[in-house]
């Protein structure tokens, strides 16, 4: 134990991607700090998210895996990354407009991964302890000061003390919901700003070429409020003969849609019928080979809401699933976490080294990743609450009529697009469900610009949080009121 009554600088819980980050991150800013990475988890199934497997899209932006190598040295390479794309392709629900936003990116293995990443940490002098549940912090004076579970493997209970603890638990992390202490962090999430994902990995026989269904070169989203009420459905590509196939709902969503056609259907029967619809995909089986042992069926839960609005308190930081940072609108998590790790490690190091591990001390780490990245979220949440308003019918217009290159270049830095001339075609629409979808889009556009300004405007201390929450709150309820998804929207014609 260290003298000072602790037996680590810095506690990472969770070895998924954002944990194993935070824990590399810290170590390459000081290598001399203690670091203990803890997983539930034994070592050979590192990473493993649910009991089915490492479920993910397994799609991440080159961007991101190049600032990860920037900033640590960590660089991902074959075999966990199984396949390079060109970018991402949307389609319409009609599949007649595809929006292409290019942009290199790779189809990861998520099975492999994390195993480079625990090597290369352990280089770094990190330590692990893994088969550990974790239950809750160890909280004293108002702080954080390590963590309480059970050993998976002796059964006995398990402490650990430290100056830091960085949460990489998940989202539905305990360690968050029962936070003892004072803190403005959100210790739980709405339902509604969750999405239920499945996905298979499938080997398959090409039976024709159509590359609205299946491109070997680029991510495929479909857009289709039938198909995936709520959310979208997606066919990523492994190889020639190889995808990540599934799809996401939001779970109101869904139940309105299945009332409204009268369906009883579930996430896995739209997943399977969704498989079955497409037309390239002939003899499909599930990918069997070591590297994907376990892995190719699995369904989990993710957050599309911006990220927690607070993601410090006294010794404790939040980054990943855990504190909801996927991506509003294609609830994409590798990129958000790998950025949020990075960050994390550093300032928590930072703050160890000025000896203030208070809320205070560690604050930077919230205006360090809203200005790297979080100042976006909350007006892609928006625009992801008003598409989920839309019908088929209006998808396809908005998308064929709405959407300029300007636009997509914008959505593609992950920028929200301004739809500056839908105003001035809006006059011209005749019909009213096309002017509300245009209305619609120029009011989020709006809506966006008013957010990224105040997200500009985060506090820099504690000491303004209050205020700009309230305001924060206040915008977004604003927001919010407008978009009702009405059950019509799944009326088919």
């Known amino acids: ?51 089915n497997g490492w479920v993910c899209g397994d799609a ?13 040295g960590l660089r991902w390479d074959r075999p966990e990354i199984e396949h390079d794309v060109k970018g991402v392709v949307a389609y319409s629900p009609d ?23 625990i090597e290369y940490a352990k280089k770094l002098g990190v330590e692990f302890r893994w088969n550990v549940m974790l239950r809750q912090v160890i909280a004293e004076d108002g702080y954080v000061k390590g963590v309480q579970g059970i050993d998976l493997s002796s059964n006995q ?50 039976a024709k070429e159509d590359r609205t269904y299946f491109d070997p070169d680029y991510a495929i989203i479909h857009l289709n409020q039938i198909i995936a009420p709520g959310g979208y459905a997606w066919v990523f590509p492994k190889s020639d003969r190889k995808v990540n196939i599934g799809l996401g709902v939001q779970h109101r969503s869904l139940e309105l849609r299945n009332a409204m056609l009268k369906r009883s259907d579930t996430l896995k029967s739209l997943i399977d019928a969704y498989v079955a619809s497409n037309p390239v995909i002939s003899n499909p089986r599930l990918a ?16 599309v809401r911006r990220q927690n609005d607070c993601l410090v308190a006294n010794g404790y930081m939040l980054a990943g699933d855990s504190a909801w940072m996927p991506k509003p609108l294609d609830a994409g998590g590798i990129g958000p976490a790998i950025i949020a790790g990075v960050i994390a490690g550093r300032d928590a190091v930072y703050a160890i080294e000025s000896n ?46 709405f959407i300029s290159k300007l636009d997509v270049e914008k959505i593609s830095k992950g920028e929200h697009p301004d739809f ?31 957010l990224v300004e105040h ?38 014609h």
């Open 1 to 51: 134990m260290h003298s000072n009554g602790y037996d680590y600088d810095i506690i990472v819980a969770g070895a998924g991607i954002a944990g194993t980050i935070a824990a590399i991150s810290a170590a390459k800013h000081n290598n001399s700090m203690r670091i203990l990475l803890i997983d539930k988890n034994p070592e050979y199934e590192a990473g493993k998210k649910t009991l």
């Open 60 to 72: 991440v932006g080159k961007n991101n895996v190049d600032y990860l190598a920037k900033h640590t």
């Open 95 to 117: 599949h007649e407009t595809p929006i292409y936003f290019e942009g290199d990116g790779y189809i990861l293995n998520r099975r492999l991964l994390p195993f480079k990443q």
């Open 157 to 206: 209970p398990f402490k650990a003390r430290a100056r830091v603890v960085i949460d990489c638990t998940g989202i539905a992390s305990l360690l968050r919901s029962t936070l003892p202490i004072h803190t403005y962090i959100q210790r739980s999430i709405d339902k509604d700003d969750i999405e239920a994902t499945g996905r298979y990995i499938l080997t398959f026989d090409p």
């Open 288 to 303: 069997d080979g070591k590297d994907d042992d376990g892995n190719a069926w699995g369904t989990w839960q993710v957050s």
């Open 356 to 401: 203030d591990v208070s809320e205070y001390g560690l604050w930077r780490y919230n205006v360090d990743f809203v200005d790297e990245y979080g100042y976006k979220t909350a007006g892609l949440e928006v625009f992801r609450r008003f598409l989920q308003t839309l019908s088929n019918e209006q998808i396809n217009y908005g998308m064929k009529h």
């Open 420 to 450: 500056g001339y839908v105003d001035k075609i809006s006059m011209l629409i005749r019909g009213v469900l096309h002017r509300r979808t245009a209305e619609g889009l120029k009011y989020t556009a709006d809506v966006n610009r008013v």
């Open 455 to 492: 997200y500009r405007n985060y506090p820099r201390s504690p000491d303004g949080f209050r205020e700009w929450h309230k305001r924060l709150m206040t915008i977004l309820n604003d927001a919010f009121a407008r978009f009702n998804v009405r059950p019509e929207i799944y009326a088919v």
